[in-house]
């Protein structure tokens, strides 16, 4: 039986999703959980991994057991054995096509980030953080650049493990509210650093450091080390999956969920 699940987690609680020796990552405390209510070893796939500090409001998972338990069990059962910081949403049983990373066609992230003179401190590690005005009109103009199918090399780690810096990206905006700014990409697939590259190199342009066609300048010479340095993770939320739901009809948070109105608190 292969089961799905919505996860939501505070990323600077862990480090990453991907499990660790240590035992300090998401994927580690999850995994302990769902052990717990299977009673026999339980192993997750996930949608996206995040990084360290990273935040997710819609990570979707599966994994596989022989153990029969009503849905509500790997709800809230799980919830019981799960630190604070992170919480099943959902679950669903789904047929054994259903792949949290290989079905997926598409994911959503958003980077909150505070502009302001002084930093944040309730939110501290919930959003990213720049003093100095930022033109939020330019930066949307910029970004209009990388909607369609690029080579975003000049946006990927150093260490990025993906087979082709090739993506498609459905949609690319900058909103501002108040103090905050908000980042939303939407794309088939992301390479490692990809949207904090993008984000910090939106900074520049928001800053009136460099112009406004900086990023189709960057995307042509498909090199890392003309672009901005990688920004904080604290403002970075995975905050839906997108799968074909006449395939898979996974509640609507396995598809997007906005993050909730300004001010996080």
């Known amino acids: 039986m292969r089961i799905a699940l919505g996860v939501e987690y505070f990323g600077g609680a862990f480090e990453g999703w991907q499990i660790q ?19 026999v070893p339980v192993e997750v796939v996930c949608a996206g991994r995040t990084d360290t500090g990273v935040h997710a409001t819609s990570q979707v998972v599966h994994f596989d057991t022989t153990a029969r338990r009503p849905l509500e069990a790997w709800v809230r059962g799980v919830n019981s054995h799960l630190p604070a910081s992170v919480s099943v949403t959902w679950a ?46 330019r930066m949307e103009r910029a970004a209009r650049v990388l909607i369609g199918e690029h080579d975003f090399t000049s946006f990927r780690a150093a260490g990025c493990q993906a087979h082709s810096p090739v993506r498609t990206m459905y949609g690319a ?30 900074i520049q342009v928001g800053k009136g450091r460099e112009p ?14 003309q672009a901005a340095p990688t920004f904080a993770p604290d403002g970075l939320y995975l905050c839906g999956v997108d799968y074909p739901a006449e395939k898979w009809p996974l509640p609507d948070g396995g598809r997007i969920i906005a993050l909730p109105q300004l001010p996080l608190i």
Request: net charge neutral; proline share 2%.
């Open 212 to 225: 406004e066609d900086w990023l189709t300048h960057l995307l042509a010479v498909k090199d890392r080390r």
């Open 92 to 137: 669903v049983e789904v047929d054994e096509d259903f792949h949290a990373r290989f079905s997926a066609v598409a994911r959503h992230y958003r980077y909150v980030l505070l502009n302001r003179r002084i930093r944040p401190a309730i939110q501290a590690g919930r959003v990213g953080w720049t003093h100095g005005t930022l033109d939020a009109e």
């Open 21 to 39: 020796p240590h035992g300090r990552t998401v994927q580690d405390a999850l995994q302990a959980a769902l052990t717990v209510i299977a009673q």
């Open 173 to 202: 905006a900058v909103q501002r509210q108040g103090d905050y700014l908000l980042f939303d990409f939407h794309a088939n697939a992301f390479l490692h650093h990809m949207i904090r590259n993008l984000v910090g190199a939106l």
